[in-house]
């Protein structure tokens, strides 16, 4: 006999959230007992949810995202347009080596 108490090893499982003796057929007979099996068809299933509930929302962020630069594009050339009717064509001169505005020579 020893001279000291030894507590035998535990194992947890994550799925049951329970603490079983940290041997073979301990975790064998855990792992094939209905619960636990009931526990793990959640987990997967709930994995499965969660990761097409994460590709639809991808997908959903680039379409938004397409729309977005797709306007931004649109107000972009737009803006570019109104630039140029507002100031004018800009025309390089090859005498003086300048450019000139019309508008503003």
Same mark, same amino acid.
Not at 7 to 19: D, I, K
Not at 33 to 49: F, I, P, T, V, Y
């Given at each position: !006999?020893?001279?000291?108490?030894?507590?035998?090893?535990?194992?947890?499982?994550? #799925?049951?959230?329970?603490? !079983? &003796?940290?041997? @073979?057929?301990?975790? #064998?007979?855990?792992?094939?007992?209905?619960?636990?099996?009931? &526990? #793990?068809?959640? @987990? #997967?299933?709930? !994995?499965?949810?969660?990761?097409?509930?994460?590709?639809?929302?991808?997908?959903?962020?680039?379409?938004? !995202?397409?729309?977005?630069?797709?306007?931004?594009?649109?107000?972009?050339?737009?803006?570019?347009?109104?630039?140029?009717?507002?100031?004018? @064509?800009?025309?390089?001169?090859?005498?003086?080596?300048?450019?000139? &505005?019309?508008?503003?020579?």
């Amino acid at each position: !006999m020893t001279e000291y108490w030894k507590s035998n090893a535990m194992h947890w499982c994550e #799925l049951c959230r329970v603490w !079983m &003796n940290d041997t @073979k057929a301990a975790k #064998l007979n855990h792992e094939r007992g209905a619960k636990h099996q009931e &526990n #793990l068809a959640k @987990k #997967l299933r709930d !994995m499965s949810r969660r990761a097409d509930a994460e590709k639809s929302e991808k997908a959903r962020a680039a379409a938004t !995202m397409d729309s977005i630069e797709q306007a931004a594009r649109k107000q972009y050339e737009a803006d570019q347009q109104a630039a140029q009717e507002q100031a004018g @064509k800009w025309v390089w001169n090859e005498g003086s080596g300048y450019y000139y &505005n019309a508008k503003h020579k």
